[in-house]
Protein backbone atom coordinates (compact mmCIF):
# COMPACT_ATOMS: atom_id res chain seq x y z
CA UNK A 1 0.00 0.00 0.00
CA UNK A 2 1.54 3.51 -0.90
CA UNK A 3 2.32 6.13 1.77
CA UNK A 4 -0.48 8.52 2.64
CA UNK A 5 1.44 11.13 0.51
CA UNK A 6 1.81 9.14 -2.39
CA UNK A 7 0.69 10.96 -6.01
CA UNK A 8 1.04 10.12 -9.07
CA UNK A 9 4.42 11.84 -10.08
CA UNK A 10 5.25 14.81 -12.23
CA UNK A 11 7.10 13.93 -15.54
CA UNK A 12 10.57 15.19 -15.49
CA UNK A 13 11.00 17.99 -14.86
CA UNK A 14 7.32 19.38 -15.32
CA UNK A 15 5.57 23.22 -15.53
CA UNK A 16 2.85 23.24 -12.82
CA UNK A 17 0.49 23.83 -15.59
CA UNK A 18 1.03 20.31 -17.37
CA UNK A 19 -0.75 18.01 -14.56
CA UNK A 20 -2.82 18.21 -11.62
CA UNK A 21 -1.86 19.07 -7.92
CA UNK A 22 -3.06 16.79 -5.23
CA UNK A 23 -4.36 18.01 -1.58
CA UNK A 24 -3.07 16.35 0.81
CA UNK A 25 -4.49 17.55 4.15
CA UNK A 26 -4.87 15.75 7.45
CA UNK A 27 -4.38 12.44 5.03
CA UNK A 28 -2.02 11.23 8.23
CA UNK A 29 -5.47 11.09 10.08
CA UNK A 30 -7.73 9.43 7.44
CA UNK A 31 -9.98 8.22 10.56
CA UNK A 32 -10.59 11.66 11.52
CA UNK A 33 -11.79 13.09 8.54
CA UNK A 34 -15.68 12.67 8.60
CA UNK A 35 -15.53 15.01 12.25
CA UNK A 36 -12.46 17.34 11.32
CA UNK A 37 -15.40 18.22 8.42
CA UNK A 38 -18.22 18.49 10.32
CA UNK A 39 -15.64 20.78 12.55
CA UNK A 40 -14.39 23.26 9.69
CA UNK A 41 -17.63 23.27 8.34
CA UNK A 42 -19.15 24.61 11.58
CA UNK A 43 -16.53 26.96 12.23
CA UNK A 44 -16.54 28.35 8.26
CA UNK A 45 -20.28 29.08 9.24
CA UNK A 46 -19.59 30.94 12.06
CA UNK A 47 -17.05 32.41 10.47
CA UNK A 48 -19.06 34.08 7.44
CA UNK A 49 -21.82 34.29 9.92
CA UNK A 50 -19.96 36.66 12.68
CA UNK A 51 -17.63 38.91 10.38
CA UNK A 52 -21.10 39.13 7.95
CA UNK A 53 -22.96 40.30 11.30
CA UNK A 54 -20.01 43.17 11.91
CA UNK A 55 -20.15 43.95 8.43
CA UNK A 56 -23.97 44.75 9.19
CA UNK A 57 -23.54 46.33 11.97
CA UNK A 58 -20.57 48.52 11.21
CA UNK A 59 -22.54 49.92 7.67
CA UNK A 60 -26.27 50.09 9.28
CA UNK A 61 -25.59 51.36 12.96
CA UNK A 62 -25.53 55.06 13.10
CA UNK A 63 -23.53 54.76 16.28
CA UNK A 64 -20.75 52.88 14.91
CA UNK A 65 -19.14 55.27 12.53
CA UNK A 66 -16.31 55.99 14.22
CA UNK A 67 -12.98 55.37 11.90
CA UNK A 68 -11.65 52.37 14.37
CA UNK A 69 -15.36 50.66 13.32
CA UNK A 70 -14.91 51.36 9.07
CA UNK A 71 -11.44 49.27 9.71
CA UNK A 72 -13.19 46.68 11.71
CA UNK A 73 -15.43 46.29 8.97
CA UNK A 74 -12.57 46.21 6.63
CA UNK A 75 -10.75 43.34 8.58
CA UNK A 76 -14.09 41.36 8.86
CA UNK A 77 -14.54 41.39 5.01
CA UNK A 78 -11.21 40.40 4.89
CA UNK A 79 -11.89 37.27 7.14
CA UNK A 80 -14.72 36.52 4.94
CA UNK A 81 -12.02 36.05 1.78
CA UNK A 82 -9.83 34.33 3.40
CA UNK A 83 -12.43 31.97 4.97
CA UNK A 84 -14.23 31.62 1.25
CA UNK A 85 -10.91 31.15 -0.54
CA UNK A 86 -9.20 28.94 2.21
CA UNK A 87 -12.20 26.23 3.59
CA UNK A 88 -14.22 24.86 0.74
CA UNK A 89 -10.95 23.49 -0.98
CA UNK A 90 -10.18 21.75 2.70
CA UNK A 91 -14.18 20.47 2.97
CA UNK A 92 -13.71 19.09 -0.92
CA UNK A 93 -9.72 17.24 0.27
CA UNK A 94 -11.30 15.97 4.15
CA UNK A 95 -14.60 14.31 2.08
CA UNK A 96 -13.17 13.75 -1.40
CA UNK A 97 -9.37 12.75 -0.85
CA UNK A 98 -7.28 12.27 -4.07
CA UNK A 99 -9.14 14.81 -6.30
CA UNK A 100 -7.14 16.37 -8.05
CA UNK A 101 -6.93 20.60 -8.09
CA UNK A 102 -5.19 22.11 -11.28
CA UNK A 103 -2.51 24.33 -11.10
CA UNK A 104 -4.21 27.52 -12.28
CA UNK A 105 -6.70 27.17 -9.34
CA UNK A 106 -3.95 26.08 -6.60
CA UNK A 107 -2.02 29.11 -7.96
CA UNK A 108 -5.44 31.52 -7.67
CA UNK A 109 -5.47 30.16 -4.01
CA UNK A 110 -2.79 30.88 -3.10
CA UNK A 111 -2.47 34.75 -4.91
CA UNK A 112 -5.42 34.83 -2.58
CA UNK A 113 -4.18 33.82 1.01
CA UNK A 114 -0.87 36.42 0.50
CA UNK A 115 -3.17 38.98 -0.57
CA UNK A 116 -5.22 38.54 2.44
CA UNK A 117 -2.63 37.99 4.96
CA UNK A 118 -0.85 41.32 3.63
CA UNK A 119 -3.73 43.07 4.14
CA UNK A 120 -4.53 41.81 7.38
CA UNK A 121 -1.07 42.81 8.53
CA UNK A 122 -1.47 46.01 6.91
CA UNK A 123 -4.97 46.38 8.60
CA UNK A 124 -3.77 45.85 12.07
CA UNK A 125 -1.54 48.13 11.89
CA UNK A 126 -4.00 50.57 10.84
CA UNK A 127 -6.04 49.56 13.65
CA UNK A 128 -3.06 50.28 16.20
CA UNK A 129 -2.62 53.54 14.63
CA UNK A 130 -5.84 54.68 15.13
CA UNK A 131 -5.75 53.67 18.91
CA UNK A 132 -2.38 55.20 19.16
CA UNK A 133 -4.01 58.79 17.93
CA UNK A 134 -6.86 57.94 20.13
CA UNK A 135 -5.56 57.84 23.26
CA UNK A 136 -2.42 59.62 22.64
CA UNK A 137 -3.29 62.52 20.56
CA UNK A 138 -7.39 63.09 21.36
CA UNK A 139 -7.52 66.61 20.35
CA UNK A 140 -5.97 66.39 16.85
CA UNK A 141 -8.18 62.62 16.76
CA UNK A 142 -10.81 64.57 14.71
CA UNK A 143 -8.54 66.27 12.59
CA UNK A 144 -6.23 63.51 11.30
CA UNK A 145 -8.33 60.92 11.28
CA UNK A 146 -10.67 62.48 8.52
CA UNK A 147 -13.20 60.12 6.40
CA UNK A 148 -10.97 60.57 3.61
CA UNK A 149 -7.36 59.98 4.79
CA UNK A 150 -9.71 56.72 6.61
CA UNK A 151 -10.69 55.28 3.36
CA UNK A 152 -7.83 56.36 1.53
CA UNK A 153 -5.87 53.54 4.57
CA UNK A 154 -9.02 51.24 3.86
CA UNK A 155 -8.50 51.00 0.46
CA UNK A 156 -3.95 50.69 0.71
CA UNK A 157 -4.47 47.73 3.04
CA UNK A 158 -6.40 46.18 0.48
CA UNK A 159 -4.57 46.54 -2.43
CA UNK A 160 -0.57 46.88 -1.45
CA UNK A 161 -0.13 43.17 -0.68
CA UNK A 162 -2.03 42.50 -4.62
CA UNK A 163 1.69 43.35 -5.90
CA UNK A 164 3.89 41.27 -3.93
CA UNK A 165 1.59 38.25 -3.67
CA UNK A 166 1.50 38.20 -7.73
CA UNK A 167 4.80 38.09 -7.99
CA UNK A 168 5.58 34.65 -6.19
CA UNK A 169 2.59 33.32 -7.08
CA UNK A 170 4.20 33.94 -10.73
CA UNK A 171 7.36 32.97 -9.81
CA UNK A 172 6.88 29.71 -7.66
CA UNK A 173 5.15 28.50 -10.66
CA UNK A 174 7.21 28.65 -13.26
CA UNK A 175 9.62 26.73 -11.29
CA UNK A 176 10.10 23.10 -12.65
CA UNK A 177 8.30 20.44 -10.71
CA UNK A 178 8.93 16.27 -10.46
CA UNK A 179 8.63 12.83 -8.05
CA UNK A 180 4.84 12.66 -6.39
CA UNK A 181 2.36 16.03 -6.56
CA UNK A 182 1.15 15.40 -3.70
CA UNK A 183 0.72 18.78 -1.58
CA UNK A 184 0.93 17.84 2.21
CA UNK A 185 -0.70 20.60 2.98
CA UNK A 186 -4.83 21.77 2.93
CA UNK A 187 -4.08 24.13 0.91
CA UNK A 188 -1.95 25.80 -1.24
CA UNK A 189 1.17 27.16 0.26
CA UNK A 190 4.35 28.31 -0.38
CA UNK A 191 6.34 25.87 2.00
CA UNK A 192 4.68 22.60 0.59
CA UNK A 193 5.10 23.94 -2.68
CA UNK A 194 8.74 24.47 -2.55
CA UNK A 195 9.20 21.19 -1.47
CA UNK A 196 8.05 19.68 -4.99
CA UNK A 197 9.98 22.08 -6.77
CA UNK A 198 13.56 20.30 -8.24
CA UNK A 199 15.60 23.79 -9.09
CA UNK A 200 17.49 25.69 -6.70
CA UNK A 201 15.21 28.26 -4.18
CA UNK A 202 17.75 30.00 -2.51
CA UNK A 203 17.07 33.46 -4.52
CA UNK A 204 13.50 32.95 -3.79
CA UNK A 205 13.06 31.70 -0.16
CA UNK A 206 15.74 34.76 0.27
CA UNK A 207 12.67 37.16 -1.63
CA UNK A 208 10.41 35.23 0.66
CA UNK A 209 12.28 36.46 3.63
CA UNK A 210 12.65 39.66 3.28
CA UNK A 211 9.13 40.60 1.72
CA UNK A 212 8.12 38.61 5.14
CA UNK A 213 10.29 41.17 7.34
CA UNK A 214 8.43 43.93 5.39
CA UNK A 215 5.01 42.68 5.22
CA UNK A 216 4.41 41.12 8.59
CA UNK A 217 7.37 41.81 10.77
CA UNK A 218 7.65 45.71 9.91
CA UNK A 219 3.95 46.40 10.85
CA UNK A 220 4.30 44.08 13.61
CA UNK A 221 7.28 45.99 14.92
CA UNK A 222 4.36 49.54 14.04
CA UNK A 223 2.21 47.66 16.46
CA UNK A 224 4.45 47.08 19.60
CA UNK A 225 5.54 50.67 19.48
CA UNK A 226 1.84 51.67 18.82
CA UNK A 227 1.15 50.41 22.28
CA UNK A 228 4.14 50.79 24.29
CA UNK A 229 3.30 54.82 23.53
CA UNK A 230 -0.01 53.21 24.48
CA UNK A 231 0.76 51.77 27.56
CA UNK A 232 2.91 54.87 28.83
CA UNK A 233 0.15 57.34 27.76
CA UNK A 234 -2.65 55.11 30.14
CA UNK A 235 0.16 54.96 33.13
CA UNK A 236 0.06 58.71 33.18
CA UNK A 237 -3.33 58.97 33.56
CA UNK A 238 -4.57 60.01 36.64
CA UNK A 239 -8.02 58.17 36.92
CA UNK A 240 -8.02 54.56 36.72
CA UNK A 241 -11.75 54.42 35.39
CA UNK A 242 -9.56 56.57 32.86
CA UNK A 243 -6.85 54.04 32.40
CA UNK A 244 -9.57 51.13 32.31
CA UNK A 245 -11.71 52.77 29.47
CA UNK A 246 -8.50 52.70 27.31
CA UNK A 247 -7.28 49.51 28.29
CA UNK A 248 -9.91 47.57 27.32
CA UNK A 249 -10.73 49.97 23.91
CA UNK A 250 -7.31 47.96 22.75
CA UNK A 251 -7.87 44.62 24.81
CA UNK A 252 -9.54 43.19 22.06
CA UNK A 253 -6.91 44.33 18.77
CA UNK A 254 -3.91 43.07 21.20
CA UNK A 255 -5.64 39.53 21.53
CA UNK A 256 -6.38 39.48 17.38
CA UNK A 257 -2.83 40.45 16.49
CA UNK A 258 -1.11 38.12 19.59
CA UNK A 259 -3.28 34.76 17.62
CA UNK A 260 -2.80 36.40 14.03
CA UNK A 261 1.30 37.39 14.67
CA UNK A 262 1.93 34.20 16.69
CA UNK A 263 1.54 31.54 13.40
CA UNK A 264 1.96 33.51 9.92
CA UNK A 265 5.77 34.19 11.65
CA UNK A 266 6.58 30.94 12.24
CA UNK A 267 5.52 29.66 9.00
CA UNK A 268 6.20 32.56 6.19
CA UNK A 269 9.89 33.43 7.84
CA UNK A 270 11.37 30.04 7.12
CA UNK A 271 9.23 28.50 4.57
CA UNK A 272 11.64 24.99 3.96
CA UNK A 273 12.05 24.98 7.97
CA UNK A 274 12.15 21.20 9.59
CA UNK A 275 8.94 21.56 11.03
CA UNK A 276 7.29 18.74 9.70
CA UNK A 277 4.16 18.79 7.28
CA UNK A 278 1.46 17.65 9.93
CA UNK A 279 2.80 20.07 12.71
CA UNK A 280 2.61 23.62 9.73
CA UNK A 281 -0.86 22.09 8.49
CA UNK A 282 -2.21 22.59 12.37
CA UNK A 283 -0.21 26.07 12.98
CA UNK A 284 -1.80 27.14 9.39
CA UNK A 285 -5.34 26.47 10.98
CA UNK A 286 -4.75 28.94 13.54
CA UNK A 287 -4.93 31.58 11.20
CA UNK A 288 -6.75 30.09 8.62
CA UNK A 289 -9.30 29.11 10.50
CA UNK A 290 -9.36 29.66 13.93
CA UNK A 291 -8.89 33.69 13.89
CA UNK A 292 -11.05 34.52 11.41
CA UNK A 293 -13.71 32.40 13.85
CA UNK A 294 -12.94 34.19 16.74
CA UNK A 295 -12.52 37.89 15.43
CA UNK A 296 -15.96 38.49 15.76
CA UNK A 297 -16.52 37.24 19.32
CA UNK A 298 -13.64 38.74 20.48
CA UNK A 299 -14.56 42.27 19.47
CA UNK A 300 -18.25 41.84 19.83
CA UNK A 301 -17.73 40.56 23.22
CA UNK A 302 -15.10 42.76 24.51
CA UNK A 303 -17.23 46.32 23.17
CA UNK A 304 -19.79 47.82 24.47
CA UNK A 305 -20.69 50.03 21.72
CA UNK A 306 -20.58 46.78 19.64
CA UNK A 307 -23.34 44.98 21.78
CA UNK A 308 -25.57 47.90 22.04
CA UNK A 309 -25.65 48.29 17.77
CA UNK A 310 -27.04 44.84 17.97
CA UNK A 311 -29.47 45.86 20.18
CA UNK A 312 -30.18 49.12 18.56
CA UNK A 313 -30.30 46.83 15.13
CA UNK A 314 -33.01 44.16 16.57
CA UNK A 315 -35.02 46.67 18.44
CA UNK A 316 -35.38 48.37 15.36
CA UNK A 317 -36.28 45.83 13.23
CA UNK A 318 -39.32 44.68 15.79
CA UNK A 319 -40.45 47.86 15.91
CA UNK A 320 -39.87 48.21 12.20
CA UNK A 321 -42.37 44.94 11.72
CA UNK A 322 -44.73 46.29 14.51
Known amino acids: MPPFWAAPPWTNHSRAGELEFVLLGFAHVPSLRPMLAVLFLAAFLLTLLGNTLIVLLTSLDPGLRAPMYLFLRQLALVEICFSLDVAPRLLVTLLRPGRGMYPTSCALQLLLVLSCVSSECFLLT ?24 CHLLATTCWLAGIPVALVFTIWLFNFPYCG ?42 LIATSYVLILAAVLRMPSASGRH ?16 YGTTGVIHLRPKASYSPESKQVVSLSYTMVTPMLNPLIYSLRNKEVKAAVGRV ?9
Not at 197 to 211: G, P, S, W, Y
Not at 245 to 260: N, Q
Request: hydrophobic share 55%; with cysteine.
Open 314 to 322: CCGRQGSRL
Open 245 to 260: KALSTCASHLIVVILF
Open 180 to 221: PRGIRHFFCDIAPLLSLVCADTRVFEANVFVATVLVIMVPFC
Open 126 to 149: VMAWDRFLAICRPLHYGAIMSPRL
